[in-house]
């Protein structure tokens, strides 16, 4: 088995934190582990040190929006794939999340291990392939 991979949790509710953690322990075909932060300027500020394989971002954080968060993050240039949680439904919420430059939104109520895990798979796959398509665009470095 491969080595874990590290997933930042921007969530203000510890609970939440909890039953994440303990979801992502239940993953099958990757290990990861996970690092905790519970406000907006300890989270951007850990999601931009590129150190995550992914981040799971709360819409709605104590001190801060979710959404504010993620287009601050990628108008830095950040490349860690980022998805959306919340427990808001309305469709324009999700349309926000992904406007702003989100791998994915899933609605806290929805949140299962098979669902996140696929969810997770997919967002860092898709950002490696992403990564791999821009640099072969750049081409070789003379």
Known sequence: ??????LLLIDDDP?????????VATFHDQPYTVEHVPN???????????QYALCLLDYRLGDGDGLQLLREAKSQKCETPIILITGDTREE?????????????????????????????????TAKARQLLLAAKKGPVT
């Open 1 to 6: 088995m491969s080595s874990p991979q590290k």
């Open 40 to 50: 907006y300027a300890g989270g951007l500020q850990r999601l931009l040190t590129g």
């Open 93 to 125: 919420t999700d349309l926000a999340a992904m406007d702003g430059g989100a791998a994915d939104f899933i609605n806290k109520g929805d949140v299962k291990p098979d669902l996140l895990e696929r969810a997770i798979d997919y967002a860092i796959k």
């Open 15 to 23: 609970l939440v934190a909890q039953l994440i953690t303990m979801l």
